[in-house]
């Protein structure tokens, strides 16, 4: 079939697709008007109880944290799939153009950027651990503090000390981080069978509500995850990445 | 003015669905699926929403007060980062066949089969 | 529906149809960033902070970084086989398309 008649028939199709939906999403509850009961019982009574402010958080950490461990399987998954099918790409092509390569600057890497790259890891580091620890008191958590950390190294990265970065963060680092941190989640829900009656039950003291050691295993659970989003997306990153910058160097 | 939300969120789908269908570059095909992506959480934050509630984070708000659902915010949360890992792998896959084939472009590719 | 709701997904709608009609992948991934901050905005108005939070450094950080390092590793290295007996016009436009 040709690209005009896919477009052709896409656009017949896709109309029928639309008013469907708008039949379909018109049947909803107004907007705003949301008649949920879930919701509204959740609050009330559980997440009261748990002493965690950030209601959201505490949903994803706590009361449906068997969810999470899925998403988190998927994450593990995905990164495993990037990771055997580009390192299976790396082994074929020469490996030894690596080893020879010095640390080097890529074009437009000036000092500039480098000192800008070295304010910017400070603050991004800071900010990262602040927002994992405070997943249960203010919006946070462990998968938006993940991807804020990783762009810590991702902006050495770019700022041209990609071999510096191998060396101080190789790769066993890099997976210890990611396999520590989905580990970290299981044994939580463990301990949770062992200390208390289910898995992924909040089996530690609950604390006083809007302090850091608070609402039991949810920091805990908060620190696991974000290990492993940021050791995730810093193995794509540098799965992504490395054969790319060290290529320009051979070229100039 | 109350179904806009859901009118907008019905037409990205449509929108992203027709970037993928008439892509010519498989990278083009991974971002419209991230457009499509992006109606469904519209969709689901749309359906949580309360007139005049505030945000579920009640550090400095009473818990008794007028709160949106938390409940589609979960779900909308990981499913953000999720889906970024799987785009990733989705671009592993696109270098891969690149690398094979010596072509990005999904008609090319499916004519090898022939 | 209050203004700034409004605001914000009128530029989603704009920016999400202008990611689906650019023909390049680069172009196409400014507009991402773009399409991202603009649905923050609209993730805001609608009184979810975590989610808003989670879609900006998710849509400005950690999506551009793979797209772009995809694209760069496209262009850079050089495929194994050739396809068996199909004309070869669009690679050459591909390869120009990118920059």
């Known amino acids: 079939m040709s690209a005009r008649a896919r477009t052709i028939l896409f656009v017949v199709a896709g109309a029928g697709l639309l008013a469907v939906l708008l039949v379909g999403l018109g049947?909803?509850?107004p907007f705003g008007h949301f008649r949920g009961a879930l919701g509204h019982a959740v609050m009330a009574r559980e997440l009261g109880a748990r002493h965690a402010t950030d209601y959201v958080t505490a949903l994803n950490f706590d009361l449906r944290a068997f969810d999470t461990i899925g998403e988190e399987a998927i994450l593990f998954a995905a990164v495993t799939g990037v990771v055997m099918l580009m390192r299976h790409m790396r082994e074929e092509d020469q490996s030894q153009r690596r080893r020879r390569a010095e640390d080097h600057r890529f074009q437009g890497a000036s000092e500039a950027l480098r000192v800008q790259a070295l304010l910017m890891v400070v603050l991004i580091v800071a900010f990262g651990i602040y927002l994992d620890l405070h997943g249960s008191l203010t919006p946070g958590g462990g998968f938006q503090a993940g991807v804020v950390l990783s762009a810590g190294p991702a902006v050495v990265m770019l700022a041209g000390r990609y071999l510096t970065l191998r060396r101080v963060a190789p790769d066993w680092v890099i997976e210890a981080f990611e396999s520590g941190g989905a580990a970290g989640f299981v044994l939580i829900g463990i301990g949770g069978l062992i200390f208390g009656d289910a898995f992924l039950q909040n089996f530690l003291p609950y604390g006083t509500p809007d302090q850091l050691l608070s609402a039991g295993t949810m920091p805990l659970v908060s620190i696991a995850v974000g290990l492993e989003v940021t050791g995730g997306l810093l193995l794509i990153f540098s799965e992504f990445l490395d054969q790319s910058l060290l290529s320009t160097t051979e070229g100039q | 003015m109350s179904f806009l939300p859901?009118?907008?969120?019905?037409w990205l789908f449509v929108v992203g669905l027709w970037g993928v269908v008439t892509s010519?570059?498989?990278?083009?095909?991974?971002?419209?699926?991230?457009?499509?992506?992006?109606?469904?959480?519209?969709?689901?934050l749309g359906v949580g929403y309360r007139h005049g509630a505030k945000a579920p984070i009640v550090a400095d708000v009473s818990p008794h007060a007028r709160l949106v659902d938390p409940v589609v915010q979960v779900l909308v949360l990981t499913d953000i980062v999720i889906e970024a890992t799987v785009a990733a792998l989705l671009l592993a896959l696109v270098v891969q066949a690149h690398r094979r084939f010596g072509s990005v472009d999904p008609a090319r590719l499916r004519a090898l089969r022939h | 529906m209050t203004t700034l709701q409004i605001c914000a997904l009128a530029v989603v709608c704009?920016?999400?149809?202008?990611?689906?009609?650019?023909?390049?992948?680069?172009?196409?991934?400014?507009?991402?960033?773009i399409f991202g901050f603009a649905l923050t905005a609209l993730f805001?108005?609608?009184?979810?902070?975590?989610?808003?939070l989670s879609e900006l450094v998710v849509a400005g950080v950690a999506m551009p970084m793979i797209i772009l390092a995809a694209l760069r590793r496209l262009a850079d290295q050089t495929p194994k086989g050739d396809p068996p007996g199909v004309q070869d016009k669009h690679s050459g436009s591909e390869r120009q398309g990118e920059r």
Do not use: E, K, W
């Open chain 2, 24 to 44: 010519n570059h498989l990278v083009r095909t991974v971002i419209c699926l991230g457009v499509v992506q992006a109606s469904t959480y519209l969709v689901l």
């Open chain 3, 14 to 33: 704009v920016s999400g149809t202008a990611i689906a009609l650019t023909p390049s992948p680069l172009r196409q991934t400014l507009l991402m960033a």
């Open chain 1, 27 to 29: 049947a909803l509850p």
């Open chain 2, 6 to 10: 859901f009118a907008a969120a019905a």
């Open chain 3, 44 to 52: 805001f108005a609608f009184q979810a902070p975590d989610v808003a």
